[in-house]
């Protein structure tokens, strides 16, 4: 007999379903019978939800009921409440019992284009896999192992891992980070799991870690399971007891809230973290650096919102705790570093967002782009200044800046937004020396 057991995350689920449909607590409660503040506690997992309410939630943010364990015409019989900090799921079970441990170790969330997922366990799991793929949601190693991943494998060597994937994620070697990400994800929470006291904390952090490297990557790519992924982050984060890794988990989920449009709540995220960050014994800097990132990422958030007052005014900040950082070094953090050079870089990206190009202009022209310290974010500089030019309407420099980024990351080349600048070009009335067969040869357009 085969034996199937399906393990839904609720809480997770509504998360993810609320942010795609940009709708407010308040709204969604409207529809359920609750208020805002328990819907606040229901999607936190800190907080039991009736059958029938569940229902309506569900029918209200377009979740499918059987998503949820629910059946429309008779929802699963019960939910549990469960304590701060943890999540509440509602289980259906056929055959033999599993333990909890495994059940938790084998859990997984299928992002789809309407912020849904489930958890299948045994012969389910490759029936999930497949619909995500005829979805359009598949197609990476990365992106199939938050589908259906295996039980957590122990990785020897956890540590050079985990350096390995932040030195790939720095030097722009994202496929090769994409392939390497679901083992990595897994030692750590095999780790984690075997793991006791301090041990444990360090494993819940390598999974933050490297929940924020899958994050940065679906940014990159725009892809649709970026939630999921920020969200586990800052999970793990809050779990390794680490202020400065639950600053950098915060500042990847802003990240995906901005480009759900949430620009509002992204912005008093990032400032609240950053002001209620507790401080460490001998991590002042540290500290001193993820509270400049997340104000720098804040700056351009709300820059993105056309709030160019906030965006200067927490930029200003931003660059006075930069300089408060010795010289020399830049803070423990994983992927970013915050020093003078990256808040100049941000105020390239500020200035060309709130359409003020000639203070773009300056900034770029500041700024040398060999300080910068990794292939990474000299990327981020040329993709920046081709932006910048492409508002200017000089294509020589666009395409200049281009260039300039295939012999640093040629890998960033593929990103949609910076396709989409070479694009332009490549449609435009611009007689540029190569330009076609550079597009086709960074999958632009093709040949």
């Given amino acids: 007999m085969s034996r199937t057991e399906t393990v839904v995350d609720v809480p997770a689920i509504l998360r993810a379903a609320r942010a795609v449909k940009r709708v407010t607590l308040a709204e969604v409660g409207a529809h359920a019978g609750y208020s805002a503040s328990a819907m606040s506690r229901i999607l936190r997992g800190q907080m039991a939800v009736a059958d029938g309410a569940l229902l309506r939630i569900a029918e209200f943010l377009d979740i499918p009921p059987t998503h949820l364990g629910l059946r429309r015409d008779h929802p699963a019989r019960h939910t549990r409440t469960a304590p701060p900090g943890s999540t509440v799921a509602t289980r259906v079970t056929t055959g033999h019992q599993k333990s909890e441990d495994e059940v938790r170790r084998r859990r997984f969330l299928a992002a789809g284009a309407a912020g849904v997922g489930a958890v299948v366990i045994g012969t389910e799991q490759a029936d999930a896999v497949t619909a995500a793929k005829k979805s359009g949601i598949g197609g990476d190693p990365l992106e199939e192992a938050l589908f259906a991943p295996g039980p957590p494998t122990p990785l020897p060597g956890l540590a050079g891992a985990l ?163 010795p010289s020399g070094r830049t803070g423990e953090l994983f992927t970013v570093e915050a020093t003078p050079e990256q808040v100049t870089l941000y105020r390239i990206g500020i200035a060309t967002t709130l359409n003020d190009p000639d203070s773009g202009v300056s900034h770029a022209r500041a700024l040398d782009p060999a300080r910068l310290p990794t292939q990474e974010r000299r990327a981020r500089f040329y993709t920046d200044a081709a932006r910048l030019w492409t508002a200017l309407g000089d294509d020589g420099r666009t395409y200049a800046a281009l260039q300039a980024m295939e012999r640093v990351a040629p890998e960033e080349l593929r990103r949609p937004s910076v396709r989409a600048i070479t694009s332009g070009l490549v449609h435009s009335s611009a007689r540029l020396p190569g330009l076609r067969a550079f597009a086709a040869r960074t999958g632009a357009f093709d040949a």
């Fill in 163 to 325: 350096a390995t994937a932040r030195a790939d994620f720095r030097a722009a070697r994202y496929s090769r980070l994409r392939h390497t990400l679901p083992a990595l994800i897994s030692g750590a929470e095999a780790a984690r799991n075997t793991g006791t006291g301090l041990a444990r904390e360090r494993a819940c952090a390598a999974i933050a870690h490297s929940y924020v490297l899958a994050t940065e990557l679906a940014v990159k790519e725009s892809a649709d399971y970026a939630w999921a992924t920020a969200d586990r982050a800052l999970t793990a984060a809050r779990a390794s007891g680490s202020p400065v890794v639950v600053g950098e988990a915060a500042r990847v989920l802003a990240i995906t809230m901005r480009r759900s449009g949430r620009i509002t709540s992204a912005v008093q995220l990032l400032t609240s973290t950053a002001n209620n960050l507790h401080a460490q014994a001998g991590r002042e800097d540290d500290l001193r650096a993820v509270r400049t990132t997340l104000l720098l990422t804040a700056a351009y958030t709300a820059a993105t919102g056309g709030d160019g007052r906030t965006a200067n005014e927490l930029i200003d900040e931003a660059e006075l705790l930069a300089q408060r950082i």
